[in-house]
Structures are given as C-alpha cells and as structure tokens.
C-alpha cells in the first residue's frame, strides 16, 4: 500500500514561482528509489495532462512541450519525497495538480495516465495574470 500526500499550491501571480512536494509513505513492496514518479494536471473542463516524470534514482527525465524550461522535477529518496519546481509561471499552468507513483517495472510511456498505479488527492495552483 502507497500514499502520495501533495502540498505546496497556491496562488502565484504570472511570472512567480512554486515548489509542489509529493511525500510518499510506502507500508510495503518495493522501496521509493525504485519507483517511477510523475505529475499530472488538470485544469477546469479538462482532461488530466502529463506534466513531468522522473524515473527510479536515476536522472531520467521527461516534460511536457508546455513545462520544458520552467518546471523541474527532483526526488530525495531519502525523504521518500518528490518535487516539481515551477519558475516563470502563467496563467495557462492554473490547474489541479496530481503526483502518482507506478512501483513496478513496465514498458508503457512515462507520460501515459494509464502507466501510474498511486495518486495524491492533488493541490491547487492558481496563477493570476
């Protein structure tokens, strides 16, 4: 059983920044290191979108064409924590922001909604123009 716990939304004027942290607490399986790690968002009348991934402890990456340049994500596996820096905000990034989690080994895109087997309950971010 996994828990994903997001904080750190808010309310940002366009050009601000954020930082989004995703606490995972694991009863059993697998350790954090181990697990693929994404953020997600969903605005108003909108399908959940990719955001961000990062693979199990190493530096592999992947962003959406929207985020490249102004998000990073970074995880300290010692904390069991995962973040998502948001620099040069925009009105366009308001949204429902989710963390998800997939423990296991698999072949499906880091970027597919379907891939993620854990969800925080998510956190607002609202970025005013």
């Known amino acids: 059983q996994v828990h994903l716990v997001e904080s750190g939304g808010g309310l940002v004027q366009a050009g601000g920044s954020l930082r989004l942290s995703c606490a995972v607490s694991v009863v059993s399986g697998r350790t954090f290191s181990t697990y693929l790690m994404g953020w997600f968002r969903q605005a108003p009348g909108k399908e959940r979108e990719f955001v961000a991934a990062?693979?199990?402890?190493?530096?592999?990456?992947d962003y959406a064409d929207s985020v490249k340049g102004r998000f990073t994500i970074s995880r300290d596996n010692a904390k069991n924590t995962v973040y998502l820096q948001m620099n040069s905000l925009k009105p366009e990034d308001t949204a429902v922001y989710y963390c998800?989690?997939?423990?296991?080994?698999?072949?499906?895109?880091?970027?597919?909604?379907?891939?993620?087997?854990?969800w925080g309950q998510g956190t607002q971010v609202t970025v005013s123009s």
């Open positions: 990062r693979q199990r402890s190493g530096a592999s990456t």
């Open positions: 998800a989690a997939d423990p296991r080994s698999g072949s499906m895109s880091a970027k597919n909604f379907y891939r993620y087997v854990y």
